[in-house]
């Protein structure tokens, strides 16, 4: 190797592990559109690592604005302008999205009844893709990151070993609502056991 790799591998182990000791003292790792100058500072004084949008480890993104224009094309997961593809990608990886402002009207209720109702509705629609909507003043909420994962209860799969140990006890039953994985199914043709 020339010594000029050798720096620029060094440069690079050493930006690794100095990104790993923010990690360390931050509890969440953040993505941002914005520049953080240009944050409120309720959302920036939040012990946050924030990182670029297009590193993956960020656990959320948070997007200064976002016009009725990208919520619908948000809500009908159509990519219309690079703002859309970041909050999709997100989205689509399971990932909780902020938008601190949009360009709703202040005052609904001048607005024809179904404006008014599809508005309402497309706002209803992007939330439940995970987009949150911070009122100004208000900082962060991190629930959605602590959720736990569902595992399922009915339809509990058995593996190969798991069957080959079942197999092994005398009288052996499955446990009801189980289902075998490919390997299972496998290994019981091979060994004649109907199930």
Same mark, same amino acid.
């Given at each position: 190797?020339?010594?000029?790799?050798?720096?620029?591998?060094?440069?690079?182990?050493?930006?690794?592990?100095?990104?790993?000791?923010?990690?360390?003292?931050?509890?969440?790792?953040?993505?941002?559109?914005?520049?953080l100058e240009q944050l409120p500072n309720e959302v920036?004084?939040?012990?946050?690592?924030?990182?670029?949008?297009? *590193?993956?480890?960020?656990?959320?993104?948070? /997007?200064?604005?976002?016009? !009725?224009?990208? =919520? $619908?094309?948000?809500? &009908? +997961?159509?990519?219309?302008?690079?703002?859309?593809?970041?909050?999709?990608?997100?989205?689509?990886?399971?990932?909780?999205?902020?938008v601190l402002q949009t360009n709703w009207p202040q005052?609904?209720?001048?607005?024809?009844?179904?404006?008014?109702? *599809?508005?309402?509705?497309?706002?209803?629609? /992007?939330?439940?893709?995970? !987009?949150?909507? =911070? $009122?100004?003043?208000? &900082? +962060?909420?991190f629930e959605q990151l602590k959720k736990p994962v569902?595992?399922?209860?009915?339809?509990?799969?058995?593996?190969?070993?798991?069957?080959?140990?079942?197999?092994?006890?005398?009288?052996?039953?499955?446990?009801?609502?189980?289902?075998?994985?490919?390997?299972?199914?496998?290994?019981?043709?091979?060994?004649?056991?109907?199930?």
């Amino acid at each position: 190797m020339k010594v000029t790799e050798i720096e620029e591998l060094v440069q690079k182990i050493t930006e690794q592990i100095v990104a790993s000791c923010l990690l360390e003292k931050s509890e969440y790792t953040l993505a941002c559109d914005q520049p953080l100058e240009q944050l409120p500072n309720e959302v920036t004084q939040q012990k946050i690592h924030w990182v670029t949008t297009d *590193q993956e480890n960020a656990q959320g993104l948070v /997007v200064k604005e976002l016009t !009725v224009a990208q =919520l $619908a094309s948000i809500a &009908s +997961l159509q990519v219309s302008d690079e703002t859309t593809k970041q909050v999709q990608g997100y989205l689509l990886a399971g990932k909780p999205v902020w938008v601190l402002q949009t360009n709703w009207p202040q005052k609904t209720n001048h607005l024809r009844y179904g404006l008014r109702q *599809q508005l309402t509705s497309l706002k209803t629609q /992007v939330e439940r893709y995970g !987009v949150n909507f =911070l $009122a100004p003043g208000e &900082s +962060l909420a991190f629930e959605q990151l602590k959720k736990p994962v569902k595992t399922r209860t009915k339809g509990k799969f058995i593996t190969e070993k798991e069957l080959q140990a079942y197999i092994q006890q005398k009288d052996f039953q499955l446990p009801k609502d189980c289902r075998l994985t490919p390997l299972a199914v496998d290994y019981a043709r091979e060994h004649s056991i109907t199930i």
